[in-house]
Nanobody, 115 residues
Framework: QVQLVESGGGLVQAGGSLRLSCVVF????????MEWYRQAPGKQREMVAV???????NYADSVKGRFTISRDNAMNTVYLQMNSLKPEDTAVYYC?????????WGQGTQVTVSS
């Protein structure tokens, strides 16, 4: 059974940092691209960052230069290092295992950035 478990969110002041983690069960992790999404209140879910199976990365323009996605295949875990956080980064953050597993989502982790 596919399961994704996000953690690491919290309340932080603007300019601060957080590191999110997502442990994935039930897939061949090393063969899958992994993605981080976020959803702010009243807004659609948007993709923030993606890391390919071989480690290539891509970011939304709004987080480029501030966020870093990485993965540990031995731990079936994908990370999102978030630096220089802004109030507009406030959202619930989710990870996803790519197009084939698009229907599987974890509970998300809340990130709140105060000004």
């Amino acid at each position: 059974q596919v399961q994704l478990v996000e953690s690491g969110g919290g309340l932080v002041q603007a300019g601060g940092s957080l590191r999110l983690s997502c442990v994935v069960f039930g897939i061949i992790f090393r063969d899958n691209a992994m993605e981080w999404y976020r959803q702010a209140p009243g807004k659609q879910r948007e993709m923030v960052a993606v890391i390919g199976a071989a480690g290539s990365t891509n970011y939304a323009d709004s987080v480029k230069g501030r966020f870093t996605i990485s993965r540990d295949n031995a731990m079936n875990t994908v990370y999102l290092q978030m630096n220089s956080l802004k109030p507009e980064d406030t959202a619930v953050y989710y990870c996803n295992a790519g197009a084939y597993y698009r229907g599987y989502w974890g509970q998300g982790t809340q990130v709140t950035v105060s000004s």
